[in-house]
T-cell receptor, first 112, second 113 residues
Framework: QKEVEQNSGPLSVPEGAIASLNCTYS??????FFWYRQYSGKSPELIMF????GDKEDGRFTAQLNKASQYVSLLIRDSQPSDSATYLC????????????FGTGTSLTVIP | ETGVTQSPTHLIKTRGQQVTLRCSSQ?????VSWYQQALGQGPQFIFQ???????GRGNFPPRFSGLQFPNYSSELNVNALELDDSALYLC????????????FGSGTRLTVV
């Protein structure tokens, strides 16, 4: 089992819809989780991070964490074509704060 | 405030050769981490440098080595290149104690032929 797993997609949603991206992790000791967006041919950029169970909202983005189920998700409300990218989930390696395991990423296409 | 810069942007090498990739960290950041991202995959952690010392290493062979300089810039060296080393190499800088995510550079695309 990989440390961080994501459905590779591709995921397609119409413009204005909610896109839901999912991630599971294997280390029950993981305390923090990060979502990155990567446009084709570009480097990843941090969208948001979450530490606590529940929801964290930042603009159109909401991260959800369920530690009991070892599940992290990212919701994108009012999806825009500019949201079309690969979304990467990441969790720190054990006993580190900033050395990460990344998932393989989920490719999202928002259709105008 | 300058961001993370990497050089070169693209590189083509022959199998068996050696390559050096460079990274200048963001102003104020004392930690540099290197990742390898193969096509269609997520980034894989290679190693991290903090104050010129290796501060963690992923599952990469010893032919992957690095350096960090007093100004916190860094190099990644790969010896005896293999075809599977073809990837996007990403450098990221951060504060040592911070765990709120990275600033990545734009990457170096290495092709081994």
């Amino acid at each position: 089992q990989k440390e961080v797993e994501q459905n590779s997609g591709p995921l397609s949603v119409p413009e204005g819809a909610i896109a839901s991206l999912n991630c599971t992790y294997s280390d029950r000791g993981s305390q923090s989780f990060f979502w990155y967006r990567q446009y084709s041919g570009k480097s990843p950029e941090l969208i948001m991070f979450i530490y606590s169970n529940g929801d964290k909202e930042d603009g159109r983005f909401t991260a959800q964490l369920n530690k009991a189920s070892q599940y992290v998700s990212l919701l994108i409300r009012d999806s825009q074509p500019s949201d079309s990218a690969t979304y990467l989930c990441a969790a720190p390696r054990p006993n580190t704060g900033n050395q990460f395991y990344f998932g393989t990423g989920t490719s999202l296409t928002v259709i105008p | 405030e300058t961001g993370v810069t990497q050089s070169p942007t693209h590189l083509i090498k022959t199998r068996g050769q050696q390559v050096t990739l460079r990274c200048s960290s963001q102003s104020g950041h004392n930690t540099v981490s290197w990742y390898q991202q193969a096509l269609g995959q997520g980034p894989q952690f290679i190693f991290q440098y903090y104050r010129e010392e290796e501060n963690g290493r992923g599952n990469f062979p010893p032919r992957f080595s690095g350096l960090q300089f007093p100004n916190y810039s860094s190099e990644l060296n790969v010896n005896a290149l293999e075809l599977d080393d073809s990837a996007l190499y990403l450098c990221a800088s951060s504060y040592r104690q911070g765990d709120y995510g990275y600033t990545f550079g734009s990457g170096t695309r290495l092709t081994v032929v």
